[in-house]
Nanobody, 132 residues
Framework: QLQLVESGGGLVQSGGSLRLSCAAS????????IGWFRQAPGKEREGVSC????????MYADSVKGRFTISRDNAKNTVYLEMNDLKPEDTAVYSC?????????????????????????WGQGTPVTVSS
């Protein structure tokens, strides 16, 4: 069974940091484009960041650029989202998802997060709360 499990969420004060993990089971993450999403209460889901397969090209939403860093550790079959200088508006449930690598033939990885056409596996999410 293909599965993604997120962890690392929690409560943090404004200006603080968290590192989220997205661990895969049943498949190897290095063959997939991995994206992080977030959804705050009453708001639409937002694509936050993505990392391509093989060459590890990374992209970020403007709202997190310069504060968040996505990375992968193929040996641990895990993708991370390092979040620094957190703000109350970053409060949301964060989820990761895996997309077929062939998506890169058609679109950038952020476009892949928006279209969801190549979605293959979706995690359950981990909540992040940033207090002011």
């Amino acid at each position: 069974q293909l599965q993604l499990v997120e962890s690392g969420g929690g409560l943090v004060q404004s200006g603080g940091s968290l590192r989220l993990s997205c661990a895969a089971s049943g498949f190897s993450l290095d063959w997939y484009i991995i994206g992080w999403f977030r959804q705050a209460p009453g708001k639409e889901r937002e694509g936050v960041s993505c990392i391509s397969s093989s060459v590890d090209v990374t992209m970020y939403a403007d709202s997190v650029k310069g504060r968040f860093t996505i990375s992968r550790d193929n040996a641990k079959n895990t993708v991370y989202l390092e979040m620094n200088d957190l703000k109350p508006e970053d409060t949301a449930v964060y989820s990761c998802a895996a997309f077929g690598a062939y998506a890169s033939l058609d679109e950038t990885c952020m476009e892949t997060l928006r279209s969801l056409r190549y979605l293959e596996v979706w995690g359950q999410g981990t909540p992040v709360t940033v207090s002011s």
